[in-house]
């Protein structure tokens, strides 16, 4: 976000622990703005974020000034870049970091977890055919573990620590596991069911990502005053 907009925070004296006093931005003002400034007169417009279109580029182009994207942040109430539209490549990236590994699925959710035993995240896990890779995530409701390593259906896999041992009957990428299952209401739920279709990790990150190419904007021949007001309630 831009320096322009943090600038308009007032600084505040804070008392550590240790009794230190230290000068900090007081970003609780922010609320104060979006409460009762903000949202209280504006004329809002919508727009739709192109493909890799970035905020400044935006605020250039609809107030000829770049360094107004911080506006964009505020009226969508958006904490940081992280919030904002990815492109095509930034979002593939992101799922291949978020969502790394692959999900092996067992036949009983006793292969996973029972009252005594259970795979740990963290520990390694080796293959009857040498393959080797760490347990990242334990879903024993779901007979499912996440893990490193390339694996197939048909591995008898074992946990180091655990000692717990199944035969995989099934393989997929992470992100391409089940995030949850959805009706045609749009309800969601952690299981599946008659007229419950399941919805994928990527499919829900994508939904995710396109309900955030539509914003809200400040119309042009508001910003001026919006700016205006910004200033005054924050001095």
Do not use: C
């Not at 209280?40 to 919508?46: D, H, L, P, T, W």
């Not at 259906?153 to 995030?179: I, M, P, Y």
């Amino acid at each position: 976000m831009s320096n322009k907009y943090f600038s308009n925070f007032p600084e505040i004296q804070y008392t550590l622990n240790s009794g230190k006093i230290i000068t900090i931005k007081d970003f609780f003002r922010k609320s104060i703005i979006e409460r009762e400034s903000v949202n209280s007169y504006i004329e809002y417009a919508k727009y739709e974020i192109l493909d890799g279109e970035r905020p400044d580029a935006i605020a250039s182009k609809l107030y000829g000034d770049s360094q107004l994207h911080w506006t964009f942040f505020l009226v969508n109430e958006l904490e940081n870049y992280y919030d904002w539209h990815m492109d095509t490549e930034t979002f593939n990236n992101y799922i291949e970091e978020m969502f790394d590994g692959q999900t092996l699925t067992a036949t009983e959710i006793s292969d996973i977890i029972t009252s005594d035993s259970k795979f740990l995240v963290g520990e390694r896990i080796t293959s009857s055919t040498g393959t080797i890779g760490n347990v990242l995530e334990v879903d024993g409701a779901g007979k499912r573990l996440t893990v490193s390593g390339l694996f197939s259906t048909g591995d008898v896999v074992t946990g180091s620590r655990s000692g717990k041992s199944f035969t995989v009957q099934s393989v997929v990428d992470h992100k391409d596991d089940v995030a949850y299952y959805e009706n045609a209401d749009g309800i969601k739920r952690n299981y599946a069911g008659s007229g419950w279709n399941q919805v994928s990790h990527y499919d829900d990150e994508w939904t995710k990502n396109e309900s955030r190419r539509i914003i809200k904007i400040i119309k042009p021949e508001r910003i001026k005053r919006v700016v205006s007001e910004f200033e005054r309630v924050m001095s």
